[in-house]
């Protein structure tokens, strides 16, 4: 009788460690930082509908004397700084030639894992583990789900965000609550 009951100790000892180690698996994604997402997305560029259908006249013209839209412009940028996991690339913020904003990721290269976002923050860039945890901190903006850990890829910025108000850039693990790696903009 003794030797079942120690039976079903171990039996139960060893279930229990299998379903904590499982859960610990679908938790952490380790295999994530072995797989890589590559995204090259184009930068975006605004449509003539959208951009003619505000100064157009009854014909769908150009009404007289208004400017032709300029095309993409970079009105901010930086290069990222590796927190968490290396990283490196830029990024910018491009207002197009409608007068929206997208946040664009050129060049990016970073472990991938567990739930990262991209994040607008008003936290400063800081070297080293100091900046690993501050871009939750204070506000930011939850831009998307990180698209790829490699490659260029386009965000668009949300119609009522003064993006001039988050002067830096993370790729967020929100699982962690750790920055991968930031970006401090610069006014180009």
Not at 116 to 143: H, N, Q
Request: proline fraction near 6%; aromatic fraction near 8%.
């Amino acid at each position: 009788m003794e030797r079942v009951t120690r039976r079903r100790r171990w039996v139960a000892v060893a279930v229990a460690g299998l379903v904590v180690a499982v859960a610990g698996l679908v938790w952490f994604k380790p295999w994530a930082l072995w797989v890589d997402e590559t995204v090259n997305e184009a930068l975006p560029t605004a449509t003539a509908t959208a951009t003619a259908s505000a100064s157009a006249t009854a014909s769908g013209e150009p009404a007289p004397g208004t400017p032709s839209p300029a095309g993409p412009v970079t009105v901010a940028q930086g290069g990222f700084i590796s927190h968490e996991h290396a990283t490196a690339g830029t990024v910018k913020i491009v207002r197009l030639a409608d007068g929206t904003h997208t946040l664009r990721l050129e060049g990016l290269d970073t472990s991938n894992g567990p739930d990262l976002r991209v994040r607008l923050s008003d936290a400063p860039v800081k070297e080293g583990k100091a900046g690993w945890f501050v871009f939750d901190d204070g506000k930011y903006v939850d831009l998307a789900k990180l698209k790829g850990n490699k490659g260029d890829q386009n965000y668009p910025l949300p119609a009522g965000v003064d993006w001039s108000a988050y002067p830096s850039v993370s790729i967020w693990c929100d699982r962690f609550d750790v920055s991968f790696g930031a970006a401090a903009l610069a006014r180009a």
